[in-house]
C-alpha cells in the first residue's frame, strides 16, 4: 500500500536548523510530488511549500522563502525538509503528503513529525 | 492567495445526524479544484473529496461534495461515531499554491 514514514520527533534550539525526512514506498516516487504542511499545536493546517519528485523543482510559501529548502532522494524514494533559523513559532508537527500529478490533492499524508524549539 | 473560510467554527450534531460544512472562497476556484479532509486528534489529516465532489478511495458514501465557484460544501448524510473529528477544505486551483481553510470542529452533542 501507498505509505509516507517520516522521521522522529525533534526538539531544537533557537537559530538552529531541522531537517526531516518523509519515505515513500507503495508506488513510483517520481511520478508524483510531495508538499509539506505543518500544523502548530492547536491550530490549522499551513501549507509550507512543494516539490517534484521527477525533476526537483520547488515552490515555497512566501513567508518560508529564504528560510526552507526541499530535496528528495530518488536512489531511496526519500523526501527532506530543511528549515533554517529556528523560532519558537515553528513548533508544529510536520506533515509530508504526496501530490496527485493532475490536481495537486494530497493523498496520502504521512504520520507526521512535532518539532519543539525551545530554549 | 486565494483565502478560505469555513462555517461554522464547530458544529454540536448527534449520532445519525445531517451535518453539512460550509467552505467559501475569497475567489472563484478554478475547476473546483477544491479538496476536504478529515483530522482526528493525534492523526494525520485523511483525504475525504477532491474535484469538490469526488470521494477518495475508501471513503463510505455518507460523504458527499457540492458546488463551484466560491462556495462548496461537504454533506455527511447520518453522522456515525467515528465521523466526529476536524474538517478542513483545500483550494489548489492556484496550483503549486494551496491554501487551506481554518477549519469546522463538527463534536457530540
Known amino acids: 500500500q501507498v505509505q509516507l514514514v517520516q522521521s522522529g520527533a525533534e526538539v531544537k534550539k533557537p537559530g538552529a536548523s531541522v531537517k526531516v525526512s518523509c519515505k515513500a514506498s507503495g508506488y513510483t516516487f517520481t511520478s508524483y510530488g510531495i508538499s509539506w504542511v505543518r500544523q502548530a499545536p492547536g491550530q490549522g493546517l499551513e501549507w509550507m511549500g512543494w516539490?517534484?519528485?521527477?525533476?526537483?523543482?520547488?515552490n515555497y510559501a512566501q513567508k518560508l522563502q529564504g528560510r526552507v529548502t526541499m530535496t528528495t532522494d530518488t536512489s531511496t524514494s526519500t523526501a527532506y525538509m530543511e528549515l533554517r533559523s529556528l523560532r519558537s513559532d515553528d513548533t508544529a508537527v510536520y506533515y509530508c503528503a504526496r501530490v496527485d500529478p493532475f490536481e495537486d490533492w494530497f493523498d496520502p499524508w504521512g504520520q507526521g513529525t512535532l518539532v519543539t524549539v525551545s530554549s | 492567495e486565494i483565502v478560505l473560510t469555513q462555517s461554522p467554527g464547530t458544529l454540536s450534531l448527534s449520532p445519525g445526524e445531517r451535518a453539512t460544512l460550509s467552505c467559501r472562497a475569497s475567489q472563484s476556484v478554478s475547476s473546483s479544484y477544491l479538496a476536504w479532509y478529515q483530522q482526528k486528534p493525534g492523526q494525520a489529516p485523511r483525504l475525504l473529496i477532491y474535484g469538490a465532489s469526488s470521494r477518495a478511495t475508501g471513503i463510505p458514501d455518507r460523504f458527499s461534495g457540492s458546488g463551484s465557484g466560491t462556495d462548496f460544501t461537504l454533506t455527511i448524510s447520518r453522522l456515525e461515531p467515528e465521523d466526529f473529528a476536524v474538517y478542513y477544505c483545500?483550494?489548489?486551483?492556484?496550483?503549486?499554491?494551496?491554501?487551506f481553510g481554518p477549519g469546522t470542529k463538527v463534536d457530540i452533542k
Open positions: 483545500q483550494q489548489y486551483g492556484s496550483s503549486p499554491k494551496v491554501t
Open positions: 516539490i517534484s519528485a521527477y525533476n526537483g523543482n520547488t
